[in-house]
């Protein structure tokens, strides 16, 4: 029997422990993949028959009665009848904040946020988002009277002479900083209301503001003729009010997002729209996606 020669003995066994090493690494990626795949957003909550919702409360999306703690609200309705439809149940796992509701969906606490909420990019570099459920308009605000800006002068708030009332890290923040950056920040932390930030306006502590209407509007029947809206033509954004669940779940977004059109294509989601608009005219249906043909003649 010729014996192996000691390198090619050597090398052998090196290539024989490489190939087991790599035979374990992929056994080990296959079942850390299928282990990931059973804990999916979908999986479980298919195999449970129950969405787990967290919940900001924030009118008109989310409202809760003080004496029987029942949750009512454009979301609220929303999420219920799309669980209904999918044949699953909903379950009102936890009342969370601004500043903890991203946290919740990280570590699997709830399934989804079911208090619509705003979009932008600090928030979807965490987190995913449904369709949309309705949009938000953005107007400016000012102290009532004020008339130092247009929309031909709207431009000169760019400089440090002017105060833009914000809440750290919240939209009229994200709004100062992107349109006029040289303004300067009368800053308010995520624990205040939005009523603080305008009465800073209406004070004469900051010269704008940037605010949806319906919430504008309710400040201003507490507090007549305090504030009043730049009439631009148009509002300073929109933004779209849609749920929030865990990154990467794509089957669990496609699953809601299907039977949320179907009931925004019912007209379900318009008449709870109306239902909770305190303000007619302050949100904004979402448009259908398609044009009728014209009758022919």
Same mark, same amino acid.
């Given at each position: 029997?010729?014996?192996? *020669?000691?390198?090619?003995?050597?090398?052998?066994?090196?290539?024989?422990?490489?190939?087991?090493?790599?035979?374990?690494?992929?056994?080990?990626?296959?079942?850390?993949?299928?282990?990931?795949?059973?804990?999916?957003?979908? +999986?479980?909550?298919?195999?449970?028959?129950?969405?787990?919702?967290?919940?900001?409360?924030?009118?008109?999306?989310?409202?809760?009665?003080?004496?029987?703690? #029942?949750?009512?609200?454009?979301?609220?309705?929303?999420?219920?009848?799309?669980?209904?439809?999918?044949?699953?149940?909903?379950?009102?796992? +936890?009342?969370?904040?601004?500043?903890?509701?991203?946290?919740?969906?990280?570590?699997?606490?709830?399934?989804?946020?079911?208090?619509?909420?705003?979009?932008?990019?600090?928030?979807?570099?965490?987190?995913?988002?449904?369709?949309?459920?309705?949009?938000?308009?953005?107007?400016?605000?000012?102290?009532?009277?004020? #008339?130092?800006?247009?929309?031909?002068?709207?431009?000169?708030?760019?400089?440090?002479?002017?105060?833009?009332?914000?809440?750290?890290?919240?939209?009229?923040?994200?709004?100062?900083?992107?349109?006029?950056?040289?303004?300067?920040?009368?800053?308010?932390?995520?624990?205040?209301?939005?009523?603080?930030?305008?009465?800073?306006?209406?004070?004469?502590?900051?010269?704008?503001?940037? +605010?949806?209407?319906?919430?504008?509007?309710?400040?201003?029947?507490?507090?007549?003729?305090?504030? +009043?809206?730049? #009439?631009?033509?148009?509002?300073?954004?929109?933004? *779209?009010?849609?749920?929030?669940?865990?990154?990467?779940?794509?089957?669990?977004?496609?699953?809601?997002?299907?039977?949320?059109?179907?009931?925004?294509?019912?007209?379900?989601?318009?008449?709870?729209?109306?239902?909770?608009?305190?303000?007619?005219?302050?949100?904004?249906?979402?448009?259908?996606?398609?044009?009728?043909?014209?009758?022919?003649?």
């Amino acid at each position: 029997m010729h014996r192996m *020669p000691a390198p090619m003995l050597f090398l052998t066994l090196i290539a024989s422990g490489f190939l087991a090493l790599l035979l374990t690494s992929c056994s080990s990626t296959l079942v850390t993949s299928k282990d990931q795949a059973s804990h999916s957003v979908y +999986e479980r909550v298919m195999k449970s028959g129950v969405i787990r919702c967290g919940y900001v409360i924030y009118n008109p999306g989310c409202l809760k009665d003080p004496n029987t703690g #029942k949750l009512s609200g454009i979301g609220i309705e929303t999420i219920e009848q799309v669980a209904k439809n999918l044949q699953l149940k909903v379950e009102w796992t +936890e009342e969370v904040g601004w500043g903890t509701m991203l946290e919740g969906l990280q570590s699997d606490r709830y399934d989804i946020i079911a208090t619509p909420i705003w979009t932008n990019s600090n928030r979807a570099r965490l987190v995913d988002f449904s369709d949309a459920l309705y949009y938000s308009p953005i107007e400016v605000w000012v102290k009532a009277g004020d #008339k130092r800006f247009s929309p031909a002068t709207l431009s000169t708030l760019n400089s440090p002479k002017y105060v833009v009332a914000t809440v750290d890290g919240e939209t009229a923040e994200v709004i100062a900083g992107e349109d006029f950056p040289l303004a300067k920040k009368l800053s308010l932390t995520q624990l205040s209301g939005v009523e603080q930030v305008l009465l800073n306006v209406a004070s004469g502590k900051a010269d704008v503001s940037f +605010e949806e209407p319906a919430v504008a509007r309710a400040f201003l029947k507490h507090n007549p003729g305090s504030i +009043e809206a730049l #009439k631009l033509g148009k509002p300073i954004r929109v933004f *779209p009010n849609c749920w929030m669940f865990k990154r990467g779940q794509m089957e669990f977004k496609n699953m809601i997002d299907t039977a949320l059109a179907q009931l925004i294509n019912s007209g379900f989601e318009e008449k709870v729209i109306d239902k909770y608009e305190t303000f007619k005219g302050t949100l904004y249906p979402v448009a259908s996606p398609y044009q009728a043909p014209s009758p022919q003649k």
